[in-house]
């Protein structure tokens, strides 16, 4: 199944607070340089830091009203923290999986076109997300977490996942958690390139770059990168699917979210432009197909 979408007109403008952004990441940038010329093992260590502590999002976010219009609201602990569920309506549920550095009510556009169709909207915050306790975490805590959601919520009959909330939704779906169909918003092909984008961001050297690479490798495993493939994982999912790429992402390339719908037999093509990487999560041109498929 390929879906194809109008082109839209009006190019991604960026949100006011994008120049503060950019300047405060050329800061860091470099002062990681810096620092690497007088401490390489520090620079390492800051680096590591820097790949595990989300950075939250600001708040009040565009649909953070819709929290206090909760028909639940519960918590889960997970070790020393506690991490918030909402849910929204009556019925099947469809579960949504944020990325890194995301939220769950960034899934808010979706919640009243679910609701009226008669399902019901489950949304969370990871470790060290939105409103959840924690200050670092990783991608395998997060499937874990994901996993644990689920199986509090009860069966699950869809997932959205946005960016790299889809490599930690491939990665729980693979281990044995189950849903009838799942939605991936601008998905990596896998960790590799997430961690080169990291270092595009940072400027890190090829050097640094690597140094991070054998430190993942030595936390996590050799096998970390194919464990977080989702181009490798894809012909292992069993939901129906829908994959969602936006030809004007800057942080996902439609090429790597490309090659994880090439490589899964059971999934449909939604491609749009003008959205870039965060207008998937509440634009009509996104939030009205993907909710024909869940509903359908």
């Keep these: 199944m390929t879906i194809h979408m109008r082109n839209l007109t009006t190019a991604t403008t960026a949100s006011p607070s994008s120049q503060p952004h ?23 260590r800051l680096i590591d830091r820097l790949a595990f502590t989300p950075q939250r999002l600001p708040m009040p976010s565009r649909y953070e009203y819709l929290l206090d219009q909760a028909d639940s609201h519960t918590q889960l602990h997970h070790g020393a923290h506690t991490l918030p569920v909402y849910s929204w309506g009556d019925g099947p549920t469809i579960l949504g999986v944020h990325g890194w550095s995301g939220a769950g009510i960034q899934f808010g556009a979706y919640i009243e076109p679910l609701v009226e169709a008669g399902y019901r909207v ?36 869809g997932i959205i996942a946005h960016s790299v909330g889809a490599l930690i939704a491939g990665r729980a779906l693979v281990d044995g958690l189950a849903a009838r169909k799942l939605v991936l918003l601008a998905p990596p092909a896998n960790l590799s390139d ?101 509903t359908r």
């Design 122 to 157: 489950v949304l969370y915050d990871a470790p060290a997300h939105g409103r959840a306790q924690g200050e670092r975490t990783d991608l395998y805590e997060m499937a874990e977490v994901l996993t644990r959601v689920a199986h509090h919520v009860g069966p699950l009959h």
């Design 194 to 294: 997430v961690v080169d984008g990291l270092g595009k961001q940072l400027g890190l050297s090829a050097s640094a770059l690597s140094g991070h690479r054998r430190r993942m490798e030595a936390r996590f495993g050799a096998d970390v990168w194919s464990r977080l493939s989702l181009e490798q994982l894809a012909p292992q999912l069993m939901p129906q699917g829908l994959v969602v790429i936006d030809s004007d992402d800057r942080e996902i390339n439609e090429a790597e979210s490309a090659r994880v719908y090439h490589h899964w037999p059971d999934a449909g093509l939604l491609r749009t432009a003008g959205l870039g990487h965060h207008r998937l999560l509440w634009h009509p041109d996104a939030v009205e197909p993907v909710t024909d498929f869940l």
């Design 22 to 44: 950019k300047v405060r990441q050329e800061a860091l940038r470099l002062g990681l340089e810096l620092y690497s010329r007088l401490s390489a093992d520090g620079a390492a």
